[in-house]
């Protein structure tokens, strides 16, 4: 598979001579790029990181004590992993089917750059947003609160490609709330019920302060309170 290291072991002999020696080891990948493996050596054999998916050829030559040589060459199949699609919303893990609900207003980032796919792959993964049926948003890791300007119900899918064209996605769906207008009235009328409450309690303790003092006898000739 794509970036899985693979080893070549050369065993190269020769009936008339016994030094046989490796001259030349290279693979060609499946765009036709050359890459020489003389430098990238093992105790057993050649090392090849193969980064891309397709049909490889690998060609060895070897050289005998009289100067005679021979290549030989392999196929070698390497297989493309797919990608795996992460997304997380505020830094909490979404999984493919979860109802997740948010406040119209309030701020909030839904993140796929978690998504998952082999080191050759990865930098070039799309990331490809469904908001309904009718709206796409291609190449950004991130949505942000703006996408979602309305309350309401959003069925989400994010997909995403790696450059082979293999794909995976997350459905999920987003319900923006609306605030309720009972509760925010209640929120601003609340406090001041309160206040209007305390000013009723100390005017009706006033009131009733200068009647005990009104009652109070006294006797001829001394002033009233």
Known sequence: TESEPVVIVVNATDATSEAV????????DSAGAVHILGGQT????????????????????VEDGAGL?????HSLTVMNLPPEANARLNGAVIESGDRLSVRAGDAFLIDSSASKDTASDL??????WWLDSDGRISGVETLTNDRFPEA???????????DD?????????LEVIEEDVALREA?????????????????????RNRAKVASIPTWPGEPDS
């Open 21 to 28: 020696a490796v001259v030349d080891v290279r693979a060609t």
């Open 152 to 162: 309401g119900v959003y069925e989400v899918r994010l997909e995403v490609v790696d």
């Open 187 to 207: 929120a601003v009328l609340g406090p001041l019920l309160l206040v209007l409450i305390g000013l009723g309690l100390a005017l009706l303790m006033y009131v």
């Open 69 to 73: 040589t021979k290549t030989v060459t």
């Open 123 to 128: 930098l070039n993964l799309n990331h490809v």
């Open 165 to 173: 064209g293999a794909s995976d996605e997350l459905t999920f769906t």
């Open 42 to 61: 093992t105790t057993t054999g050649f090392l090849l990181h193969p980064h891309v998916a397709g049909e490889w050829l690998v060609a060895v030559t």
